[in-house]
């Protein structure tokens, strides 16, 4: 992180920051977005809640252009993928890492990322 970043751990809060995470999800629409997190205990920068209520509150900019938003607004049981839409969410049981969740973001991924058509080389 930059140190800049880092005052809003002190003196700064949350309440300083100008943006909130929903935002800036928002911004990104209609573009594909997966957030994914891991189970922590004790871990003040991880927060998967928060991360999904983020997902949620940008849902409707997702809407308004004709994409589909998270399609969940309770925060779903660890371990349950919210894949069926535009905006994708997973939180793991691995701690703070993202490692457990490649599979899914790879299966969420895979519906907008495609392999170069190969070049036929007869002529």
Known sequence: MAGNFLKYDGPLTVADLPVDA?????LCA???VFIGGGATKGDGWA???GMFLAAVAAGPVYTLLGKKDLGATEFPPIETAL???????????????????????????SRYLRAPQAKSTAR
């Open 22 to 26: 929903h935002e800036l999800i928002a």
């Open 30 to 32: 209609p573009r594909p």
């Open 47 to 49: 927060d998967a809640q």
């Open 83 to 109: 894949i069926s839409g535009d905006l994708g969410f997973r939180q793991h049981t691995g701690g703070h890492t993202p490692a457990p969740n490649w599979p899914t973001f790879l299966d969420f991924a």
